[in-house]
């Protein structure tokens, strides 16, 4: 129970271990970030391209960030990411996919 003495002196925000993690940090907030733009832009049906490519994105960052996370705390963020990210990219792709009849 040592570890429940230290207190958590990381400048970090997703970090429980001390340390910085900026690319970790980075990776995490483009996931959100992505997946909340697709997330709303999926209830309009006219914005498919910009769902389904902020979705691709988003899930691709969540992925990556997911990889190389070295925490706990940060894989949980890292997967909230994931899951909007895909929502919107699924949504998208039902309203008309990533091209949207550019091709065919």
């Given at each position: 129970?040592a570890?429940?003495?230290?207190?958590?002196?990381g400048?970090?925000l997703f970090?429980s271990?001390?340390?910085?993690?900026p690319?970790?940090?980075?990776?995490?907030?483009?996931a959100?970030?992505?997946?909340v733009?697709?997330?709303t832009?999926?209830f309009?049906?006219?914005?498919?391209?910009l769902?389904?490519w902020?979705?691709?994105v988003?899930?691709l960052?969540?992925g990556?960030?997911?990889?190389i996370?070295?925490t706990?705390?940060e894989r949980?963020?890292?997967?909230?990411?994931?899951?909007?990210?895909?929502v919107g990219?699924?949504?998208?792709?039902?309203?008309?996919?990533?091209?949207?009849?550019?091709?065919g």
């Amino acid at each position: 129970m040592a570890q429940a003495m230290r207190p958590n002196a990381g400048r970090s925000l997703f970090a429980s271990d001390g340390k910085v993690h900026p690319l970790q940090d980075s990776l995490i907030a483009l996931a959100w970030v992505l997946g909340v733009l697709a997330v709303t832009t999926a209830f309009f049906h006219n914005l498919h391209l910009l769902t389904s490519w902020a979705g691709l994105v988003g899930i691709l960052a969540g992925g990556y960030a997911q990889f190389i996370s070295i925490t706990t705390r940060e894989r949980f963020l890292a997967v909230l990411g994931l899951g909007a990210s895909g929502v919107g990219f699924f949504i998208g792709m039902a309203h008309g996919g990533l091209f949207g009849g550019v091709i065919g």
